[in-house]
């Protein structure tokens, strides 16, 4: 298959997995007589741009739907990624949208859209035991860290990760008392060889809660 990715920036891990099922891709086309003398079989649409482009979406999408091209979305942060709720919900009734991708099922159970079911997970190129051995980490000296967590702990930016920040703080005042060593590091200040090494080396990594539910919600 050939896909158009519309998308803002590159996304290393869509090319990746497309690269691995033999499909082929291209970026950025918004002209609808581009797309098919490109002889592209879908077009997947990055969540948040549509967003913030919806009239562009819009026109290109009723084309697409003329042309029987198949439109696709897949949203890493739904519904916490600044969509109105009623302007969500409208978008999802209209039949705009074929597939859509999320790690969130709140509030979709009334969306027209075939719902695929998304969950994070680790991206394997980029986390993998790579030169350590199941040996090593057998080995009780090879650990640095007794606890540790990676992830976005900047609450006053993020306020959907304060329940996750305030949880943090009491653990890690309870470990610092009891001589439990802990890191508790914000991974976007953190390359993808640095936060392997550091839950490698930890006897313990925790995950707190997920920033795309609305925490006003339970899951």
């Given at each position: 298959?050939k896909?158009v990715?519309?998308?803002?920036h590159?996304n290393?891990?869509?090319e990746?997995?497309l690269?691995?099922l033999?499909?082929?891709?291209?970026?950025n086309?918004?002209?609808?007589n581009?797309?098919v003398?490109?002889?592209?079989d879908a077009?997947?649409?990055?969540?948040?741009q549509?967003l913030?482009e919806?009239?562009?979406?819009?026109?290109?999408?009723?084309?697409?739907?003329?042309a029987?091209?198949?439109?696709?979305?897949?949203?890493?942060?739904?519904?916490?990624?600044?969509?109105?709720?009623?302007?969500l919900?409208?978008?999802?009734?209209?039949?705009?949208?074929?597939?859509?991708?999320t790690h969130?099922?709140?509030?979709?159970?009334?969306?027209?859209?075939?719902?695929l079911?998304?969950p994070?997970a680790?991206w394997?190129?980029k986390?993998n035991?790579?030169?350590i051995?199941?040996?090593?980490?057998?080995?009780?000296?090879?650990?640095?860290?007794d606890?540790?967590?990676i992830?976005?702990?900047?609450s006053?930016?993020?306020?959907?990760h304060?329940?996750?920040?305030?949880?943090l703080?009491?653990l890690?005042?309870l470990?610092q008392?009891?001589?439990?060593?802990?890191?508790?590091?914000?991974s976007?200040?953190?390359?993808?060889?640095t936060?392997?090494?550091?839950i490698?080396?930890s006897?313990i990594?925790?995950?707190?809660g997920c920033g795309a539910?609305?925490y006003?919600?339970?899951?």
């Amino acid at each position: 298959m050939k896909i158009v990715l519309n998308y803002r920036h590159r996304n290393e891990r869509l090319e990746e997995a497309l690269q691995e099922l033999r499909h082929t891709f291209i970026y950025n086309l918004w002209d609808i007589n581009e797309i098919v003398a490109s002889g592209s079989d879908a077009v997947i649409f990055e969540f948040k741009q549509i967003l913030k482009e919806y009239l562009r979406f819009l026109n290109l999408s009723f084309r697409l739907k003329r042309a029987a091209i198949p439109i696709v979305t897949w949203c890493l942060d739904m519904p916490n990624i600044g969509a109105r709720r009623w302007k969500l919900s409208l978008l999802l009734k209209t039949k705009l949208i074929d597939i859509f991708a999320t790690h969130s099922l709140q509030e979709l159970s009334n969306s027209m859209a075939t719902i695929l079911y998304l969950p994070n997970a680790a991206w394997p190129s980029k986390y993998n035991l790579g030169p350590i051995t199941l040996e090593d980490l057998r080995n009780p000296d090879f650990y640095t860290t007794d606890v540790s967590f990676i992830g976005n702990i900047d609450s006053l930016k993020h306020p959907e990760h304060r329940q996750r920040t305030e949880f943090l703080n009491s653990l890690g005042a309870l470990l610092q008392k009891n001589g439990i060593t802990y890191r508790f590091e914000d991974s976007r200040y953190l390359n993808f060889s640095t936060q392997v090494d550091l839950i490698q080396k930890s006897r313990i990594n925790i995950n707190y809660g997920c920033g795309a539910d609305r925490y006003e919600i339970k899951s």
